[in-house]
């Protein structure tokens, strides 16, 4: 398989306390509406574009941590799929329903599942002509497995790793029609309590400060400015970046 991912979904794993909150807000900063729960609690849902396929998805987890992320790699072989990661140093756990929830050799949190989507949604335009679009997903690596994680998510994914330029950050080239890009970061502090991969997603836009300015009206609490991105955090206390990049960059 040169290429087995298809289709890359992100998952906003949010506890039963901050589950609304989150949802709300998660649909107004990308502009779409809400499928019917799905699950044995109705505990799955996603969030659905007006043109081209859903890649975000929201699952309420019985956690008291804030809000977390994981992702789901769309596959054609499932099976094979879970047979590559086991090769490449990954924990798997089959289930009966057909996906396969894994883990990086250093602890993301990530599941193998069929039905890929096709069609990416553009970004979106808000009323005041500037867009945005979540487009990035960034894992945050310790500096000690930095260089494995990356072989690991390239060779999983069997998309090229290249410069993400700057010196902590390294980028694998996604095919044009996945909604999700991948940006691999070098942590600086390394140590037992910096060992465990997770991950955050981006958002491209035309004007990060204006895009910046309707997260925080929206809920969002701002925690950090740098000359290339925004931090924040979701009424759930998930932490996410509005980055300078424009929707189409990447």
Same mark, same amino acid.
């Given at each position: 398989?040169?290429? !087995?991912?298809?289709?890359?979904?992100?998952?906003?794993?949010?506890?039963?306390?901050?589950?609304?909150?989150? #949802?709300?807000?998660?649909?107004?900063?990308?502009?779409?509406?809400?499928?019917?729960?799905?699950?044995?609690?109705?505990?799955?849902?996603?969030?659905?574009?007006?043109?081209?396929?859903?890649?975000?998805?929201?699952?309420?987890?019985? *956690?008291?941590? &804030? +809000?977390?992320?994981? %992702?789901?790699?769309?596959?054609?072989?499932?099976?094979?799929?879970? #047979?590559?990661? #086991?090769?490449?140093?990954?924990?798997?756990?089959?289930?009966?329903?057909?996906?396969?929830?894994?883990?990086? &050799?250093?602890?993301?949190?990530?599941?193998?599942? /069929?039905? !890929?989507?096709?069609?990416?949604?553009?970004? *979106?335009?808000?009323?005041?002509?500037?867009?945005?679009?979540?487009?990035?997903?960034?894992?945050?690596? &310790?500096?000690?497995?930095?260089?494995?994680?990356?072989?690991?998510?390239?060779?999983?994914? +069997?998309?090229?790793?290249?410069?993400?330029?700057?010196?902590?950050?390294?980028?694998?080239?996604?095919?044009?029609?996945?909604?999700?890009?991948?940006? %691999?970061?070098?942590?600086?502090?390394? /140590?037992?309590? *910096? *060992?465990?991969?997770? /991950?955050?997603?981006? %958002?491209?836009?035309?004007?990060?400060?204006? #895009?910046?300015?309707?997260?925080?009206?929206?809920?969002?609490?701002?925690?950090?400015?740098? &000359?290339?991105?925004?931090?924040?955090?979701?009424?759930?206390?998930?932490?996410?970046?509005?980055? +300078?990049?424009?929707? +189409?960059?990447?």
């Amino acid at each position: 398989m040169s290429m !087995p991912v298809t289709w890359v979904t992100a998952f906003l794993d949010s506890p039963p306390e901050t589950a609304d909150a989150a #949802e709300a807000f998660w649909l107004d900063v990308t502009g779409t509406r809400l499928s019917a729960g799905r699950g044995e609690r109705s505990e799955f849902a996603s969030l659905l574009p007006d043109d081209g396929d859903p890649y975000v998805k929201v699952q309420r987890v019985v *956690q008291s941590a &804030p +809000g977390g992320l994981h %992702l789901d790699l769309h596959t054609d072989d499932v099976r094979a799929l879970a #047979e590559r990661a #086991e090769g490449l140093g990954a924990t798997t756990s089959y289930h009966v329903l057909g996906y396969v929830v894994c883990g990086s &050799p250093n602890g993301m949190s990530f599941c193998l599942v /069929g039905h !890929p989507g096709r069609r990416r949604p553009p970004p *979106q335009r808000w009323a005041d002509g500037n867009r945005s679009v979540v487009d990035q997903v960034c894992l945050d690596i &310790p500096p000690d497995v930095y260089d494995a994680e990356c072989a690991f998510w390239a060779a999983l994914t +069997g998309w090229d790793r290249v410069d993400g330029g700057a010196s902590e950050f390294d980028r694998l080239v996604r095919p044009a029609d996945v909604p999700l890009a991948f940006l %691999l970061q070098r942590l600086d502090a390394p /140590g037992p309590a *910096q *060992q465990t991969v997770t /991950g955050h997603l981006d %958002l491209a836009a035309d004007d990060r400060e204006a #895009e910046t300015d309707r997260h925080v009206a929206l809920g969002a609490r701002a925690l950090r400015r740098t &000359p290339g991105w925004t931090v924040l955090a979701d009424p759930a206390g998930r932490i996410y970046c509005i980055t +300078g990049r424009r929707p +189409g960059d990447v």
